[in-house]
């Protein structure tokens, strides 16, 4: 008898290769569906859980998500996302030599101050005795006086401005600007990342 023998080349018998095996009952096919968000620029970079691989890809969207950012809106807001703390944008300050060339000017004032308040509080002395003893133009004059050292008083209280040369003054505006514009933008930006 010939050819129907153990397997032959065209026998009928139970197949060995992988044609006929049965794939079990835990099968899910080889396609898996990728999410996407909202954002065509994070591609697959999605927040997701529920399987086993949820920590890395989250570690691995946050990533991907601050590299976005930094690069779309600026390195402020990508700082804050990354090290996770609001980032405070530091005032504009003068510089050491502005602020000592001040210190002496307001030395320099402080002296002045001083010396006019005591020659002040002499004249008044001085108008004083002339009213107690009659002089008619005493008073108007004692009266001017009190004046001139109320408003000495008040200008005192005051703290002295720093003066500026121009450069130093178009310096100082633009740090103010670049300040001012920086802390908007951030404000902005923060809520362009919360909705993305």
Same mark, same amino acid.
């Given at each position: 008898? =010939? #050819?129907?023998? %153990?397997?032959?080349?065209? &026998?009928?018998?139970?197949?060995? $290769?992988?044609?006929?095996?049965?794939? !079990?009952?835990?099968? =899910? #096919?080889?396609? %898996?569906?990728?999410?996407? &968000?909202?954002?065509?620029?994070? $591609?697959?970079?999605?927040?997701?859980? !529920?399987?086993?691989?949820?920590?890395?890809?989250?570690?691995?969207?946050?990533?991907?998500?601050?590299?976005?950012?930094?690069?779309?809106?600026?390195?402020?807001?990508?700082?804050?996302?990354?090290?996770?703390?609001?980032?405070?944008?530091?005032?504009?300050?003068?510089?050491?030599?502005?602020?000592?060339?001040?210190?002496?000017?307001?030395?320099?004032?402080?002296?002045?101050?001083?010396?006019?308040?005591?020659?002040?509080?002499?004249?008044?002395?001085?108008?004083?005795?002339?009213?107690?003893?009659?002089?008619?133009?005493?008073?108007?004059?004692?009266?001017?006086?009190?004046?001139?050292?109320?408003?000495?008083?008040?200008?005192?209280?005051?703290?002295?401005?720093?003066?500026?040369?121009?450069?130093?003054?178009?310096?100082?505006?633009?740090?103010?600007?670049?300040?001012?514009?920086?802390?908007?933008?951030?404000?902005?930006?923060?809520?362009?990342?919360?909705?993305?």
């Amino acid at each position: 008898m =010939t #050819g129907r023998g %153990r397997g032959g080349a065209g &026998g009928r018998g139970r197949g060995r $290769g992988p044609r006929n095996r049965s794939r !079990g009952q835990n099968y =899910t #096919g080889s396609t %898996r569906t990728t999410k996407k &968000g909202l954002s065509a620029a994070l $591609g697959i970079n999605v927040f997701d859980y !529920g399987h086993k691989a949820a920590a890395d890809e989250m570690r691995t969207s946050w990533e991907k998500l601050v590299e976005y950012v930094g690069t779309t809106y600026g390195p402020d807001i990508s700082n804050e996302l990354q090290n996770r703390q609001e980032v405070v944008i530091p005032q504009p300050f003068h510089s050491l030599a502005i602020m000592t060339r001040h210190a002496h000017r307001v030395t320099m004032i402080e002296t002045a101050r001083t010396n006019l308040a005591q020659a002040r509080e002499a004249q008044r002395t001085m108008l004083q005795q002339a009213v107690d003893d009659g002089e008619l133009e005493a008073p108007m004059r004692l009266a001017l006086l009190e004046n001139e050292i109320a408003e000495a008083a008040f200008e005192a209280a005051e703290d002295v401005p720093i003066q500026l040369t121009d450069s130093e003054k178009s310096e100082n505006s633009n740090k103010w600007r670049t300040y001012r514009e920086r802390t908007t933008l951030l404000t902005k930006h923060r809520g362009q990342a919360f909705s993305l």
